[in-house]
């Protein structure tokens, strides 16, 4: 059963940086696709970007093209969403999410799917704020 942890949120001024982590157990990245999603209250969880299993596409969400990057260290198991430029409305819980493949590093990842997506973390939370 793969497991997810996500770590380094919290409050940073507009115009601030921040880095998530999302500390990946119970299975190789060869078979899983790994996305961020967050949820602002009262809205519906969205997809912010993804990273595929073959390590070699990463697609994201048209609100945070440029400023967020998805990367990956295989050796610690980790996969990190880099923020930069962060506004209020980034504001939100932060969850790392895990798509299954039976076949190994496959070249593709969806940031608009939710439903793709068969494991979740329990989320971090992110507050954009002066």
């Known amino acids: 059963q793969l497991q997810l942890v996500e770590s380094g949120g919290g409050l940073v001024q507009p115009g601030g940086s921040l880095t998530l982590s999302c500390a990946v157990s119970g299975g190789s990245f060869d078979f899983y696709g790994i996305a961020w999603f967050r949820q602002a209250p009262g809205k519906e969880r969205e997809g912010v970007g993804c990273?595929?299993?073959?390590?070699?596409?990463?697609n994201y969400a048209d609100s945070v093209k440029s400023r967020f990057t998805i990367s990956r260290d295989i050796a610690k198991n980790m996969v990190y969403l880099r923020m930069n430029s962060l506004k209020p409305e980034d504001t939100a819980v932060y969850y790392c999410a895990a798509d299954y493949f039976p076949v190994r590093k496959v070249g593709y990842c969806s940031v608009t799917s939710r439903s793709e997506y068969d494991f979740w973390g329990q989320g971090t939370q992110v507050t954009v704020s002066s």
């Open positions: 990273v595929s299993s073959s390590g070699e596409i990463a």
